[in-house]
């Protein structure tokens, strides 16, 4: 079993940045695959990027390219979202989520465990 803990979010201006972080607990975190999604207020969650079990290949959504960087430190069992030039669209809850199978999916229904989501508003 997994468990997963998300903190980080908050209260941000447009053009600001944001480090989110997932702590994990359960041996299994270092062999994951690790993925931050995230769900607007009557959206559905969307997928906003992962990373392979360690650290060499990340996957981002359109959206957040070249602003999110997803990253991991496995000794710690946690995984990062650094969140930079946020726009007032990137408000959601944001959330972690683990897969046991190591390559990168962006589907929620292919990820196994998930946190509670920690709450990212940016404002313009």
């Known amino acids: 079993q997994v468990q997963l803990v998300e903190s980080g979010g908050g209260l941000v201006q447009a053009g600001g940045s944001l480090r989110l972080s997932c702590a994990a607990s359960g041996r299994i975190f270092s062999s994951s695959v690790m993925g931050w999604f995230r769900q607007a207020p009557g959206k559905e969650r969307e997928f906003v990027g992962a990373?392979?079990?360690?650290?060499?290949?990340?996957n981002y959504a359109d959206s957040v390219k070249d602003r999110f960087t997803i990253s991991r430190d496995n000794a710690k069992s946690t995984v990062y979202l650094q969140m930079s030039s946020l726009k007032p669209e990137d408000t959601a809850n944001y959330y972690c989520?683990?897969?046991?199978?190591?390559?990168?999916?962006?589907?929620?229904?292919?990820?196994?465990?998930w946190g509670q989501g920690t709450q990212v508003t940016v404002s313009s």
């Open positions: 989520a683990a897969r046991r199978l190591a390559d990168i999916a962006t589907m929620e229904r292919n990820y196994d465990y």
């Open positions: 990373i392979n079990w360690s650290g060499s290949k990340t």
